[in-house]
DNA sequence: TAAAGGGAACCCGGAAAAGG
DNA sequence: CCTTTTCCGGGTTCCCTTTA
């Protein structure tokens, strides 16, 4: 869909890094959205980027028009780094970006890039990540960000699936030891919380699938699924909210509605006409519009 | 510039469930 | 059954925004 928006920036990284591990937040990953979609396709080599404050704070969605804000989050940018695995196995250890210079006036900001980072985003033929600005500028988590890269990298593959152990998805989406000690709190506040969001806002919708260990999740698959229309992105958003509601509500429903045996109640595959049932009934009560409010400034993209 | 408001992130603890 | 793990409400903290 063609259309001159100057949100519809794109943003083009290998498919490495957008599986790098970086310690980056929200605000700080905003910035390099915005820097990433001054590229050009054809581009040989980094050029400086230079954005008016005004431009930068307006573009990272901000409410604050506070300079001082502003540099503080350049220059802790600035000590951020990503963790990239080298071609040779090895690792390259690089800050997003490797200046932010601000003019005498406090009116531009000029950027630069490592030439090391150059792979990942120049000169890109194959095994890369593809993007709309606009879709991720408005992302809230981190995590949501995150996986949502992770989801664009394998979206076209023809299993568009990954899985990792936690500890694995731990380090991918640098979640510390003493974070989310329970996996129950990474449950609700990392992936659930994403696929909430990406719901919402995005072209993505993700299913997770746990794998356990005696009775302990040990191991997570991510799929992704594409989201073409707003029937999709409804279906996707409806299933989603019904799978999160309490256990004891959801199975409540289900019964209701004549799914039959307790023990398939767990089941997605199982039950399939009372759990669009069950849906329905749910979204009917209000079930759903506990909260998510949107961010919904800007015109909404109205895909197609 | 400070105080108040609001919301998300995080932690805790009892109840429930799962696995053996 | 008993133990381990998860579920989940609710409280606290923290950060950012708004308001005075």
Do not use: C
């Not at 930068?56 to 000590?79: F, M, Q, V």
């Not at 990406?198 to 997570?220: C, P, Q, S």
Request: hydrophobic share 35%; glycine share 4%; net charge neutral.
């Amino acid at each position: 869909m063609p259309r001159k928006d100057p949100k519809k920036y794109l943003i083009r990284q290998s498919n490495t890094l957008s599986f790098s591990r970086h310690n980056l937040n929200a605000l700080e990953k905003r910035i390099v959205y915005l820097l990433i979609s001054r590229i050009k396709p054809d581009d040989i080599n980094f050029q400086e980027y230079s954005f008016t404050v005004r431009e930068l704070l307006a573009g990272i969605e901000i409410g604050s028009d506070n300079h001082s804000y502003l540099r503080d989050t350049t220059e802790s940018l600035l000590s951020k780094v990503y963790q990239i695995p080298t071609e040779d196995g090895g690792l390259l250890q690089i800050s997003p970006i490797s200046s932010a210079e601000y003019d005498k006036n406090n009116t531009t900001v000029s950027f630069s890039f490592d030439p090391k980072m150059r792979p990942h985003y120049l000169e890109l033929k194959q095994n890369y990540t593809q993007f709309q600005l606009n879709i991720v500028i408005g992302l809230k988590s981190v995590y949501s960000q995150k996986l949502y890269e992770m989801a664009k990298s394998i979206a076209n593959k023809g299993d568009p699936s990954v899985r990792h152990s936690l500890a694995e998805w731990r380090y991918l989406l640098f979640i510390e030891p003493e974070e989310y000690k329970l996996y129950a709190d990474m449950k609700r506040y990392v992936f659930q919380t994403a696929q909430r969001e990406l719901d919402e806002k995005t072209d993505i919708h993700l299913e997770f699938k746990e794998e356990k260990a005696g009775k302990r999740v040990n191991w997570l698959w991510m799929e992704v699924h594409k989201i073409d229309s707003e029937e999709t992105r409804q279906a996707w958003t409806k299933q989603t909210k019904f799978n999160q509601l309490p256990k004891k509500v959801r199975e409540g429903l289900l019964l209701n509605s004549g799914a039959t045996g307790k023990h398939s109640l767990g089941d997605v595959s199982a039950n399939a006409a009372a759990r669009q049932k069950a849906i329905a009934e749910a979204e009917g009560m209000g079930l759903f519009d506990k909260k998510f409010d949107q961010p919904g400034q800007d015109d909404d993209p109205a895909e197609e």
